[in-house]
T-cell receptor, first 115, second 115 residues
Framework: GAGVSQTPSNKVTEKGKYVELRCDPI?????LYWYRQSLGQGPEFLIY????????DSGLPNDRFFAVRPEGSVSTLKIQRTERGDSAVYLC?????????????FGPGTRLLVL | QQQVKQSPQSLIVQKGGISIINCAYE??????FPWYQQFPGKGPALLIA?????SEKKEGRFTISFNKSAKQFSLHIMDSQPGDSATYFC??????????????FGKGTKLSVIP
């Protein structure tokens, strides 16, 4: 079946603008994760959804970042008043139930550049 | 605070040689240790993973060695091939409350296998 898909693949915006990044998880996966990968670094956890609810948003850097998953499938990461430091690759991952020792499958990422 | 330390940052290996990447961790709550492979422009893909009650796991040319007392684990790639050239990330999974399972990644090792 299809893997995790993310749109857009690239996004260029200006400082201060609002952006939305979309993630389509693997069909049937109830757990969804967002990570951020800066250049030359490993991915860093942002937020975890179990179904429709954000079970853990401890990785969100500040209140400019927000994510939703209203129907328990597609998720949108929203960034308000973007800053140049927000430039990174935003990765989405999904897993079957969000359990211990469970594989997280990653999408290709959205490359965000804030000018 | 970097909870998973990975070395080396980059590695050049001759075709047919052995590639070795090392990781160390401090948090004893980590209970699952996957390795991810990432090609340029792609998301990380699970390569192999190990639980802390196992000292070694082998899948084809890839082997994880795990030393729980030293809190270290390593990836060995036997008979390295040019197609193995990629960035490799070690990671550790921990429950972080509210049923969340975050992956904490190392900074990555860029492997180049030369013919």
């Amino acid at each position: 079946g299809a893997g995790v898909s993310q749109t857009p693949s690239n996004k260029v915006t200006e400082k201060g603008k609002y952006v939305e990044l979309r993630c389509d998880p693997i069909s049937g996966h109830t757990a969804l994760y967002w990570y951020r990968q800066s250049l030359g670094q490993g991915p860093e956890f942002l937020i975890y959804f179990q179904g429709t609810g954000a079970a853990d948003d401890s990785g969100l850097p500040n209140d400019r970042f927000f994510a939703v998953r209203p129907e328990g499938s597609v998720s949108t990461l929203k960034i308000q008043r973007t800053e140049r430091g927000d430039s990174a690759v935003y990765l989405c991952a999904s897993s079957l139930i969000g359990g211990q020792q469970e594989t997280q499958y990653f999408g290709p990422g959205t490359r965000l550049l804030v000018l | 605070q970097q909870q998973v330390k990975q070395s080396p940052q980059s590695l050049i290996v001759q075709k047919g040689g052995i590639s070795i990447i090392n990781c160390a961790y401090e948090n004893t709550a980590f209970d699952y240790f996957p390795w991810y492979q990432q090609f340029p422009g792609k998301g990380p893909a699970l390569l192999i993973a190990i639980r802390p009650d196992v000292s070694e796991k082998k899948e084809g040319r890839f082997t994880i060695s795990f030393n729980k007392s030293a809190k270290q684990f390593s990836l060995h790639i036997m008979d390295s091939q040019p197609g193995d050239s990629a960035t490799y990330f070690c990671a550790a999974l921990t429950p972080s409350g509210a049923g969340s399972y975050q992956l904490t990644f190392g900074k990555g090792t860029k492997l180049s296998v030369i013919p």
